[in-house]
């Protein structure tokens, strides 16, 4: 049985799924809070014909073996939660997160997902939102005629009302022993896994949890230069294994017509 041919079509694969991965974070380099994902690759099985340690006679052992690879395949996708660069909006309810957390969020079904996406919304009862309408946990209600809002570092919030300024509640964050466990949803949030453990709730600025910026959101951690790199280097991989099926048919092909 000619490998060749297997191997270089799963690396085929292999750098197809990766090129999707490197094109899905070019198209959200400007989507706030996202993180970028990157491919993973393993090896696929080895035939071992001669096995290293193998008894050659005399107390001698081989040692080294004959072994032939069966190509490449994904094995995860993983996020890389690297912080991304804070944009001034001077918006009163846009808040960035700087470090480690996130926000959590009501989902129509009753469950919960959580977000790097502070840009934030009032509904017509006070309550805050996502841009898609979704509720947001642990953050204050703001009260009706209020003329302005403030929000400190540590998550209390306070608005003035009536002239008075007057402290309305405090910001509750979440994070996760492993967030590259979480489960990408969509619409900027993710779901919470076996694989990423239980959410812990907490005070930004405080043991260990980042602190907030208010008027800021948080950009992509996309590295536009470095993803066109990779898709590059992809592309070149792609090419090679196509190659190397070509090469291996022209072989097949020569090994027929000595056949005749």
């Not at 005629?145 to 009302?161: K, L, M, R, W, Y």
């Not at 592309?235 to 005749?260: G, P």
């Amino acid at each position: 049985m000619n490998l060749s041919l297997y191997a270089a079509a799963s690396g085929m694969d292999a750098q197809q799924y990766n090129l999707n991965t490197i094109s899905n974070n070019i198209a959200n380099v400007n989507t706030t809070g996202y993180k970028r994902s990157k491919a993973e690759f393993q090896d696929l099985l080895y035939q071992s014909s001669t096995p290293a340690g193998g008894d050659v006679g005399g107390g001698n052992v081989l040692p080294t073996s004959v072994e032939l690879g069966n190509g490449a395949q994904v094995v995860s996708t993983s996020k890389v939660f690297s912080q991304g660069q804070l944009s001034a909006t001077d918006q009163k309810l846009d808040v960035a997160v700087q470090g480690e957390g996130f926000f959590e969020v009501l989902r129509p079904d009753g469950t919960s997902a959580y977000t790097r996406d502070g840009a934030f919304k009032l509904d017509a009862n006070g309550q805050v939102t996502t841009s898609s309408g979704l509720s947001v946990q642990n953050f204050p209600a703001i009260p009706a005629n209020s003329t302005d809002i403030f929000i400190s570092s540590g998550g209390e919030v306070s608005v003035i009302n009536g002239g008075v300024q007057s402290a309305v509640g405090k910001i509750q964050l979440v994070r996760f022993v492993n967030p590259g466990g979480l489960e990408s949803l969509g619409g900027n949030l993710f779901a919470e896994t076996n694989a990423s453990g239980t959410p812990e709730s907490g005070s930004a600025a405080m043991n260990g949890f980042g602190s907030l910026r208010q008027g800021y959101l948080e950009l992509s951690n996309v590295n536009v230069v470095q993803e066109m790199v990779n898709m590059i280097v992809a592309q070149r991989a792609y090419e090679v294994n196509s190659k190397a099926i070509q090469t291996s048919d022209d072989i097949l092909k020569q090994v027929v017509q000595l056949k005749r």
